[in-house]
C-alpha cells in the first residue's frame, strides 16, 4: 500500500482548466504572440524601449497569416520556425520546463497548447528552422487522447506525447492548422462580427509591432495597427514619468497620461492601456483593477472621456512582468505592478481633476477650456520613449470670483398670474417676476 | 494653498501654530545632528502670503531649495509681492500637481498644511507623496482636527461621512465607535498613517517614522502628523536618538497638545528665570494655577513674543 496521496493531475482537468479560462479572441491571440515571438527571433528585433523609438525598425520583414472559418482556424508565420529537438522536449510540454528570458511575449509555455484544445478537436504544426529538415506534429481526436489514461499507458508509449514526423516543408517557419473546430467556437463564429472584433483586438493588441516589425494579414487582408489614441496641443501636454529600479532594475516601467486626441474623446477608449514588452495586455481599463475608484483616485464618470493614461513594462524576465497567462488583464500581486500603480495615479490624479473641473460648470471658461481639450492632435507614442519625466500642462481652470447668489422659490401659478397682471406683463416669465419682487423690495429701503 | 483661512485670521496672532513651528525648527536642527542634513533638503510648503515658515526655516536652518504651492489664483500677485527670499521658487499648482515631479533621488522637507479635514484627496496626496520620496525625506501634513458644521450637528453624520468617504482608508475592525468630533486627533493619524502604509506597499525596505503628533488650537483645533522615510538602519538611528524631543514631548498620549497659557510680559520674565527644570513650584503664587505653569513649563522654549510695532 502506498504511504501517500495521489496529486498527479489527469489529462481531462488540465484541458478543461485551461480552456474555461481564456475567450476565443485571447486564443488567437495566444497562437498570434508565438508567431510574433519567432518573428523577433528570427530577425533579432528587440521588444524593448527600441518599439518606442522612431525610425528604428521600420522593416516589417515578419508576415504572420490568420485565416478563420468555421471549418477551420489556421496561422502561418515565416518566423524562424521550432526546432525539431524543441518540439521534443520543450514546445509542446504544458509550462515551460526553465523561466523564460529575453524579452519575448511567451512567459507560461501553456498559450499554443492552450489554444489548440481551446478551438478544435485536431490539429496540426508543421514547421522547420534553418539548416533543418521539417516536421509535422498532428493530434486528430484530443477528445480521444485526453481520455486516455496515463496509467494504463502501455510500455515505452508517453501517455501526454502527441505524434511526431517529418515533413517535407519548404519554407522557414510555423503553420498551425485547427480543425474539426469545436460547437461552441463554431456558434461565435456564425456571428459575423466575431472576426471584426479579433481584426480590432490584434490591431490594437500588437499596435507598436505592427507599425515596426510586422504584418497581419486576417482572413486575407490588413490588419491595421489601432494606435492608442493620445494626444498633445500647444497648451495640453502629457505627463510622463519614467521608472527604472523595479525587482532591482529588471523591469523598467513608462508612465505616459493625458488627454485624448480630438477625435478619439469616447468612454470607449478612455481610461488604462498597459502594455508588457509591446503589447497590449489591458485596453482602456476603466475599472478598479486600474485604480479607479481604490483609495482616493475617483471611480470614472463621463467627463473623465478624454483621459488616456499608458503604462510601457519593459523586461528581458517576462515572468517578472505582470501579466496574467491570458494576458488580458494584469495580476494585481505582481511586484512590477505594485510598484507603479501608485506613481500611474498619481500621474493621472491632475488629469482627472482637470477633466472634473473643465465639466462642472457651463459657464463661458468652461466652454473655452473644453473647446482647447477637443483640438487635441494625436501624437505618435514614439514621442514619450525619450521623452524626459513631466507632469500634465494644462491651462488653468479661473474659477471667476462672483459675489451673486442664486434665489429660488416656490410659487403657486396663481400668483404668478396675479403678480404678471399687477406688472400689466401678462406673459412674464417666472423669473421675471421673482426679479421684479426682489427690486419692489429694494426699492422699500431707498 | 490655504484659500480662505489666511483671511479669517492673520497669521500673526495665531501662538499656537506659531509654536509649532518652532518645535518643528527645533527638531529638524536636532536631525541634523544625527546625520539628517536639513538643510540641503527640498522645503516644499504652502506659503500662502505670509511665508512664516519659509522664513523661519531660510533664516535658522539656510535652506536652500524652496517651494512654495499655491492654487488660490485670485491672490497670486499677492503671493509674488509677498515672497520674502528669492530662493523661494512659487508654483501656482495644487499638491496633487506638484506630486508627481518629486524626484526619488532628491530629499524633501514636505509640510502639506492643509486648513480642512481628512479627505480623500489630500490623503491621497499623503499616499503618493510618500511612496515618491527617497529615503531621508521628512514628511508632515496637517489637517482640520474638527469637522465642519455640517458634521457635527447632526447625530451619526461624522461616522456616515467617514464610512462612505474614507473606508478605504481604515484599518481592518477600526472602531468607528469611538469617533466623535472631540477625538479627531487620533482619527486623522490613523487614515494618514494608512494612507502612509499604502504609498509605501511596494517599498518592503522604507518605514515610516513618526516623529511629530501635534493638536494645537488658535481659531479651531487643528493636528500635524509627520516623520521620516527611513530605511532600516536610519529608522534604528531615530528610534534611539529621536526620544530626546519626540516621546519626552508626547509624555505617553499619542498627541502633543500646545495649550498657550496667556502670560503677560512681566508673568513671563518672572517665570523664565526658574526654567528650565523643575523649579516653576518655588514661584511666589501671583495668581497662575497649575496647568498653565506645566504648560508654561513645557513650551516656554518655543513661546512667541508679540508685539505692536511702529
Not at chain 1, 375 to 385: D, G, M, P, T
Request: glycine share 6%; aromatic share 10%.
Amino acid at each position: 500500500m502506498p504511504n501517500y496521496a495521489s496529486a498527479r493531475p489527469t489529462k481531462r482537468f488540465f484541458i478543461q482548466m485551461l480552456t474555461a479560462d481564456i475567450a476565443l479572441e485571447d486564443a488567437i491571440l495566444d497562437l498570434i504572440d508565438n508567431s510574433v515571438d519567432g518573428i523577433v527571433r528570427a530577425n533579432n528585433f528587440r521588444l524593448d524601449e527600441s518599439l518606442l523609438r522612431a525610425g528604428a525598425g521600420t522593416r516589417k520583414k515578419g508576415h504572420i497569416d490568420v485565416n478563420i472559418s468555421d471549418e477551420e482556424i489556421c496561422i502561418t508565420d515565416n518566423g524562424i520556425g521550432i526546432a525539431r529537438k524543441e518540439a521534443e522536449h520543450d514546445v509542446f510540454r504544458l509550462g515551460r520546463v526553465r523561466s523564460t528570458s529575453g524579452n519575448t511575449l511567451g512567459v507560461y509555455g501553456i498559450g499554443l497548447k492552450r489554444a489548440l484544445f481551446k478551438l478544435g478537436n485536431a490539429f496540426e504544426v508543421t514547421s522547420r528552422v534553418k539548416n533543418e529538415r521539417g516536421f509535422r506534429a498532428s493530434l486528430q481526436g484530443v477528445d480521444v487522447w485526453q481520455r486516455h489514461d496515463p496509467d494504463k499507458a502501455l510500455k515505452g508509449e508517453d501517455p501526454w506525447g502527441i505524434p511526431l514526423e517529418d515533413h517535407s516543408r519548404k519554407t522557414i517557419g510555423t503553420d498551425v492548422r485547427i480543425t474539426e473546430i469545436r460547437p461552441e467556437i463554431r456558434m461565435r463564429l456564425r456571428d459575423r462580427t466575431t472576426v471584426a472584433e479579433i481584426r480590432r483586438r490584434v490591431g490594437t493588441t500588437y499596435c507598436l509591432m505592427l507599425e515596426k516589425y510586422l504584418t497581419i494579414k486576417i482572413n486575407g487582408e490588413l490588419v491595421p495597427p489601432q494606435e492608442i489614441p493620445i494626444g498633445r496641443s500647444r497648451q495640453l501636454k502629457a505627463a510622463v514619468k519614467h521608472i527604472a529600479n523595479i525587482q532591482g532594475g529588471k523591469v523598467k516601467a513608462t508612465i505616459v497620461a493625458g488627454i485624448a486626441d480630438g477625435n478619439n474623446q469616447r468612454t470607449e477608449s478612455a481610461g488604462w492601456y498597459i502594455l508588457c514588452n509591446g503589447r497590449v495586455i489591458v485596453n482602456a481599463d476603466r475599472t478598479s483593477m486600474t485604480g479607479w475608484g481604490v483609495d482616493g483616485f475617483p471611480l470614472y464618470v463621463q467627463s473623465f472621456r478624454a483621459f488616456i493614461g499608458i503604462v510601457f513594462f519593459f523586461s528581458d524576465f517576462p515572468d517578472l512582468l505582470p501579466w496574467q497567462t491570458t494576458k488580458r488583464g494584469i495580476n494585481p500581486d505582481s511586484v512590477a505592478y505594485i510598484a507603479v500603480k501608485d506613481s500611474m495615479r498619481a500621474v493621472a490624479k491632475p488629469i482627472t481633476t482637470y477633466l472634473r473641473t473643465l465639466y462642472y460648470k457651463d459657464d463661458e471658461e468652461a466652454l473655452e477650456q473644453r473647446a482647447l481639450v477637443e483640438h487635441v492632435s494625436h501624437v505618435r507614442l514614439e514621442s514619450f520613449a525619450a521623452a524626459r519625466d513631466a507632469v500634465f500642462a494644462a491651462p488653468r481652470v479661473i474659477k471667476r470670483q462672483t459675489d451673486k447668489t442664486r434665489v429660488q422659490f416656490d410659487a403657486t401659478s396663481a400668483e404668478i398670474k396675479k403678480a404678471a397682471k399687477i406688472l400689466a406683463e401678462p406673459h412674464a416669465s417666472a423669473s421675471r417676476i421673482g426679479r421684479a419682487s426682489l427690486e419692489f423690495v429694494l426699492e422699500q429701503g431707498d | 494653498m490655504s484659500a480662505e483661512s489666511f483671511r479669517k485670521v492673520s497669521y500673526d496672532l495665531r501662538p499656537a501654530k506659531q509654536i509649532e513651528r518652532r518645535i518643528l525648527l527645533d527638531s529638524f536642527q536636532f536631525l541634523a545632528k544625527i546625520g539628517l542634513p536639513v538643510r540641503d533638503y527640498t522645503y516644499v510648503g504652502f506659503g500662502s502670503i505670509y511665508f512664516y515658515d519659509f522664513a523661519m526655516f531660510y533664516r535658522y536652518l539656510g535652506m536652500k531649495r524652496m517651494i512654495s504651492l499655491e492654487m488660490d489664483r485670485a491672490i497670486e500677485k499677492r503671493v509674488n509681492y509677498n515672497r520674502p527670499f528669492k530662493n523661494i521658487e512659487i508654483r501656482m499648482q495644487s499638491a496633487e500637481q506638484f506630486i508627481p515631479s518629486i524626484d526619488r533621488d532628491e530629499r524633501y522637507l514636505i509640510w502639506f498644511d492643509y486648513d480642512y479635514m481628512v479627505d480623500r484627496s489630500n490623503l491621497s496626496d499623503v499616499q503618493y507623496a510618500c511612496n515618491a520620496l527617497a529615503v531621508g525625506s521628512l514628511f508632515l501634513v496637517t489637517v482640520d482636527a474638527y469637522p465642519p458644521a455640517s458634521l457635527r450637528m447632526k447625530p451619526g453624520a461624522l461616522r456616515k461621512h467617514v464610512t462612505t468617504q474614507l473606508l478605504q482608508f481604515l484599518p481592518d475592525k477600526y472602531p468607528l465607535s469611538n469617533l466623535s468630533a472631540s477625538n479627531m486627533e487620533v482619527f486623522s493619524r490613523d487614515v494618514i498613517l494608512a494612507s502612509i502604509d499604502k504609498g509605501l506597499e511596494s517599498r518592503p525596505n522604507v518605514e515610516f517614522v513618526p516623529l511629530w503628533s501635534i493638536g494645537y488650537e488658535d481659531t479651531r483645533p487643528m493636528y500635524t502628523f509627520g516623520g521620516v522615510l527611513a530605511d532600516r538602519e536610519l529608522a534604528q538611528t531615530l528610534r534611539g536618538s529621536c526620544k530626546d524631543f519626540y516621546y519626552r514631548l508626547k509624555r505617553n498620549e499619542s498627541v502633543l497638545k500646545i495649550v498657550v497659557p496667556r502670560l503677560t510680559r512681566k508673568e513671563r520674565a518672572t517665570l523664565d528665570h526658574f526654567l528650565p527644570g523643575q523649579g516653576l513650584r518655588l514661584v511666589k503664587n501671583f495668581g497662575i494655577n497649575s496647568d498653565e505653569l506645566e504648560n508654561y513649563r513645557t513650551f516656554h522654549r518655543y513661546f512667541p513674543s508679540y508685539s505692536e510695532l511702529f
